[in-house]
């Protein structure tokens, strides 16, 4: 039986990893129109922009020979009743996954058969 809380809302944001983090945000800011977001408790790290109900998240990284993707990840927004549904479903599972809190939001993170982390959140 499918539990009825294991909802998805929508795509949430996705966080990229950036070479220049200003001017990246600048980028997106003057092409795309998204609007910088301020977590003041986040410091720089990441850099939100929101578009809509959807988000990015900017990664700065000084590697210049590869694509530093430790921090590269999509993320799905939920309830927060879908949320703990999510959080027992995977405690059920053979799969290893982790939890964060990251004010105001609280985070469940595993990753997909080819490496690419998946995030589910809600707002606290």
């Given at each position: 039986?499918?539990n009825?809380?294991?909802?998805?809302?929508?795509?949430?944001?996705?966080?990229?990893?950036?070479k220049?983090?200003?001017?990246s945000?600048?980028?997106?800011?003057?092409?795309?129109?998204?609007?910088?977001?301020d977590?003041?408790?986040?410091?720089?790290?990441?850099?939100?922009?929101?578009?809509?109900?959807s988000?990015?998240?900017?990664?700065?990284?000084?590697?210049?020979?590869?694509?530093?993707?430790?921090?590269?990840h999509?993320?799905?927004?939920?309830?927060s009743?879908?949320f703990?549904?999510?959080?027992?479903?995977?405690?059920a599972?053979?799969?290893?996954?982790?939890?964060?809190?990251?004010?105001?939001?609280?985070?469940?993170?595993?990753?997909?058969?080819?490496?690419?982390k998946?995030?589910?959140?809600?707002?606290?």
């Amino acid at each position: 039986m499918v539990n009825p809380d294991l909802r998805m809302i929508g795509l949430d944001h996705v966080a990229i990893t950036v070479k220049q983090l200003e001017v990246s945000v600048a980028w997106y800011h003057r092409v795309l129109k998204l609007e910088p977001m301020d977590f003041p408790e986040w410091g720089n790290r990441p850099f939100m922009l929101r578009g809509g109900s959807s988000m990015i998240a900017l990664f700065e990284s000084a590697r210049q020979d590869a694509w530093d993707t430790e921090h590269m990840h999509f993320a799905f927004y939920v309830e927060s009743r879908s949320f703990e549904a999510f959080r027992e479903h995977f405690s059920a599972l053979p799969e290893p996954f982790t939890a964060e809190i990251h004010h105001p939001y609280q985070s469940l993170y595993l990753r997909d058969p080819d490496g690419y982390k998946v995030e589910i959140t809600t707002r606290t």
